[in-house]
């Protein structure tokens, strides 16, 4: 594949519908492309998370692997940026091949942020911790396409999912529907075949499930059946 695909944007879909998304960070580092593989046809997207050691108590990767990965699959890369100067890297990651960005609230400078985002091409997320209320992300709802509701504390994967999130879930999806915008709601941290449909009647469309779908022994059943799970909340 040349710069040129890594740097052509794929399509995120339509906002608003039931995407999954697995998370690269539960899988196997030593056999990436593979794993990727393994879960390209049951996939929505593809989340891939992002940790400094500063903003998290955690590194993962960075630009060169996700320009590696890029080369092996098709999938639109919704990437999770849990540091502190996303700024600095908005540009490689771009390059690399991300789709989307997704900067946290908590780290400020959110305005210069999605500007940068925008200038670069690639789909606007910004995310937001547990315990931080729907009110520091509103007044960006109209300037993004995706907000994230963490339900966990961000850092490490195969934590329990935070119900006490869902109620900032509601608020927002309420606020989006109610100014007819279009931005999905992703929740991540947790997310299985039973958190899901509870994270779905509460406003979240876009399902990002780390450990359930690499920690199965068939990773694309997992991400079908949490489709699916979603999808009987809505019949
Ligand atoms: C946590 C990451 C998540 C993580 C989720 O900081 O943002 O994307 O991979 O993992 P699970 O699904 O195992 O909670
Ligand atoms: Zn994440």
């Given at each position: 594949m040349t710069d040129a695909t890594a740097t052509s944007r794929r399509h995120a879909g339509p906002a608003g519908t039931v995407r999954v998304a697995p998370s690269l960070l539960a899988a196997d580092f030593g056999a990436l492309a593979e794993q990727v593989g393994e879960v390209a046809a049951a996939a929505d997207w593809l989340h891939v998370d992002v940790m400094?050691?500063?903003?998290?108590?955690n590194l993962s990767l960075g630009p060169p692997v996700i320009a590696s990965l890029r080369r092996h699959s098709p999938l639109f890369f919704d990437c999770h940026l849990m540091m502190t100067d996303p700024g600095e890297y908005l540009g490689a990651f771009a390059e690399a091949g991300a789709d989307g960005c997704t900067v946290h609230v908590e780290i400020g400078q959110t305005d210069r942020l999605i500007a940068q985002m925008r200038a670069l091409g690639l789909r606007c997320g910004l995310a937001c911790n547990p315990d931080t209320p729907f009110t520091a992300v509103e007044p960006y709802l109209g300037s993004i396409d995706l907000l994230l509701c963490m339900t966990v504390f961000p850092g490490f994967g195969g934590q329990s999912f935070m119900p006490d999130v869902l109620d900032k879930v509601r608020q927002a999806r309420t606020a989006v529907r109610s100014a007819g915008l279009a931005v999905d709601i992703e929740v991540d941290g947790g997310i299985d075949v039973t958190t899901a449909p509870l994270a779905a009647i509460a406003g979240a469309n876009v399902f990002v499930a780390g450990s359930a779908v690499f920690g199965h022994e068939r990773p694309w059943e997992a991400a079908d059946e949490i489709r699916d799970a979603v999808r009987s909340t809505q019949d």
């Open positions: 400094d050691g500063h903003f998290v108590p």
